[in-house]
Every structure is written in structure tokens, then in C-alpha cells.
């Protein structure tokens, strides 16, 4: 779990998915709450970007995981679709199943 968070390639599960958005949730909280205690919005700013980052990434790879590209996520509440709906079975072309994880024969490279 958690491998390559910062990646956009690969595909992730519903459980990774929901902690990435837990812990998004949570340290977005605390840096926006460090900003109005000492209005240091220049550092808050230079934290947001990894943040940003590290969520966009993880939405595209769930997005992956449903069979589409990562542009999908930026469509209004299908995060919820991501959250709640299961993945495509087996391989597709964005990756191994992450259920299933290395099929045997298959060389991860070649994905």
C-alpha cells in the first residue's frame, strides 16, 4: 500500500483510495488551520503543492483501476464513484489487477 504515492501510473484499490482521501482531509486541515494561526500563507503555499500532488495522483491511479483515464476525476462527485464502486477484474490496460497483484506470466514491465 502506498507505493509510489506521488506516481500517476499503476492502478490503486478502494482502501488505498480512502486513506489517500483520510489523510488528505486531515493534513489539509492542519495547514490551513497553521495559516490562520500565523498567517504564514507563503509556507502553507509551498506545502499545498506535494498535497495537491499526492491527491491528484492517487485519484488518477483509482481512476485507472475503473478502466479510465485520469481526467475523470476532475468530473463533479465521481470521486464518490471512486470511493464506493469496485475496480475493473483482472489486468487492463493501465496495469495489474492490485487485488490479484503479479499474474504469472505477465511481465509488469510490459504494462
Not at 20 to 36: A, N, P, Q, R
Not at 49 to 76: E, M, V, Y
Request: net charge positive.
Amino acid at each position: 500500500m502506498f507505493k509510489k504515492p506521488f506516481s500517476f501510473k499503476g492502478r490503486i484499490r478502494r482502501t488505498e483510495y480512502g486513506l489517500s482521501l483520510v489523510l488528505y482531509t486531515i493534513i489539509l486541515y492542519i495547514v490551513s488551520e497553521g495559516i490562520e494561526a500565523r498567517g504564514a500563507a507563503f509556507a502553507a503555499g509551498i506545502l499545498y503543492i506535494p498535497l495537491i500532488w499526492f491527491f491528484l495522483a492517487q485519484s488518477a491511479k483509482r481512476c485507472h483501476d475503473r478502466g479510465n483515464t485520469g481526467w475523470f476525476q476532475i468530473i463533479p462527485f465521481y470521486f464518490f464513484w471512486m470511493l464506493f464502486a469496485s475496480g475493473d477484474e483482472g489486468n487492463n490496460r493501465f496495469g495489474l489487477n492490485p487485488k490479484r497483484g503479479l499474474a504469472v506470466g505477465v511481465d509488469a514491465e510490459a504494462l
